[in-house]
């Protein structure tokens, strides 16, 4: 949320940032003039009540000096008063909630360094890393949803069964791989000086609205029917919200949190939705950073926080991006983004590298500097005497799952279609160095020609 003094002093620097990240549904002029509205309000009420106060007193002056005439008119304004008052506090009250509803829709200002933009072609590629020694590849790479099927360790048909389309069955070493990658991650975030959480899955709305997922992505998150509650779209929400309204000391700071949790997305209106493999689904897993910073130190810690994410790729050996978000894709509530995205060399896309294959966003790394803190009401104190003040949060994700193993199944896949484990898995999957997969069950493997 931004600050209402910087939205009335800056109005212009507000509209730039409508226009810059293409919120057109939002009526601006409206909430200055409902914020003009409300202090004059606001002043009115003050001026009421300050004329009360001095009625008051003459009130008392009066009946001392025996003029129960001018006393009892003075009771009779006073009542008046009180009534007027009445009427422009329920008015400002109104206004308020009004107002409040109408902030919660402007986005974050980007930060003045981000690119400004039209559209995701005018994003910045910052580097690459992982390119210069490549793995030896097959001639013809397998995409991984018909890998996946060929080793027996994804399975999409029977989860269209039992849920839906857009979810799915890990199984056997496609399973291991998953558990391997999460218990990775984790132990990797510790060294770097993150403290775990396990959060609840399901939230409230106020949570979802202290992270900017409400009100403008409702669609795109699960409710329950019937409740207050949405499944965790990302972990980003309970572990930011866990300290909202409360007050933390300078000491407490930098916090930094990690946890894991299925994620759910509808993804309504997405466009170009993939109905094969893993990329992009409904429910997926994911290890999510977030760190709660001084205002001061919030863009070394995005640095940081980008190279602690990094570093999952490139103990995997994995070749990746780093991409710069502009203007226009920053999103609603950042003031600056990176994506970390991951190469997987099994279907050629038109912005591929050179190599062929394409880019898998697997973590966007946020600074939404005082954004979320003012939403979820977190602050600090800088010294024990002084007052409070709004923290900065930052997060990433480190990293999300179904788009690594993605990148593994591709990326280490073999001539004879099984898939090499990275090094650093395989203490995870019991020493396990290749993925051969096995042999599917059921008769509608035998009518498929796969088992005797």
């Not at 004329?51 to 002056?61: A, L």
Request: aromatic share 8%; hydrophobic share 35%.
């Amino acid at each position: 949320m931004l600050d209402r003094n910087y939205i009335r002093e800056n109005p212009d620097e507000v509209r730039t940032a409508l226009e810059q990240k293409g919120v057109a549904d939002v009526d601006f002029d409206r909430i200055l003039e409902l914020d003009e509205e409300w202090r004059e309000l606001k002043a009115r009420g003050d001026d009421l009540r300050h004329e009360r106060n001095e009625v008051s007193t003459e009130i008392g002056e009066l009946k001392q000096a025996g003029d129960h005439e001018q006393a009892e008119a003075a009771i009779e304004r006073s009542q008046e008063l009180k009534g007027e008052i009445e009427t422009v506090e329920e008015r400002a009250a109104d206004l308020a909630e009004t107002l409040e509803d109408e902030l919660l829709r402007l986005p974050q200002i980007p930060h003045e360094e981000v690119p400004v933009g039209d559209s995701e072609d005018d994003n910045v590629e910052r580097r690459r890393e992982g390119f210069e020694d490549l793995r030896d590849l097959p001639e013809t790479i397998t995409p991984h949803y018909e890998l996946g099927e060929d080793l027996d360790i994804i399975d999409e048909a029977r989860a269209a069964k039992t849920t839906g389309s857009g979810f799915y069955f890990l199984k056997g070493e496609g399973a291991q791989l998953e558990y391997a990658l999460l218990q990775f991650m984790l132990d990797l975030h510790r060294e770097q000086g993150y403290v775990d959480l396990f959060p609840p899955i399901p939230v409230n709305s106020e949570s979802m609205t202290g992270t900017g997922q409400l009100p403008k992505f409702a669609e795109d998150a699960y409710k329950l029917e019937g409740e207050d509650l949405w499944l965790c779209p990302t972990a980003e929400v309970p572990v930011t919200n866990m300290y909202r309204d409360d007050i933390l000391l300078k000491d407490d700071l930098p916090v930094k949190h990690q946890a894991y949790t299925p994620n759910f997305r509808r993804e309504a209106g997405e466009h170009g939705t993939e109905t094969r493999g893993i990329v992009r689904v409904h429910q997926f897993n994911k290890v999510e950073m977030v760190n709660f910073v001084e205002p001061e130190t919030s863009y070394e810690a995005f640095d940081r926080l980008v190279d602690e994410a990094e570093e999952v790729l490139r103990r995997l050996d994995l070749p990746y991006r780093i991409l710069e978000m502009c203007t226009a894709d920053l999103g609603f509530t950042q003031a600056k983004k990176y994506d970390i995205e991951v190469w997987a060399p099994g279907d050629d896309m038109d912005d591929g590298p050179e190599e062929g294959g394409r880019w898998l966003e697997v973590s966007s790394v946020s600074n939404f500097e005082d954004f979320q803190a003012r939403r979820a009401g977190l602050r600090y104190r800088p010294e024990r005497h002084e007052s409070t003040e709004y923290l900065h949060t930052l997060n990433g994700s480190g990293l999300a799952l179904p788009r690594v193993m993605v990148a593994i199944l591709e990326y280490y896949q073999n001539d004879d279609g099984t898939v090499t484990v990275p090094e650093p898995l395989r203490p995870y999957m019991g020493a396990t160095e290749v993925i051969e997969g096995h042999e599917p069950i059921g008769e509608s493997a035998v009518g498929a020609g796969e088992k005797e």
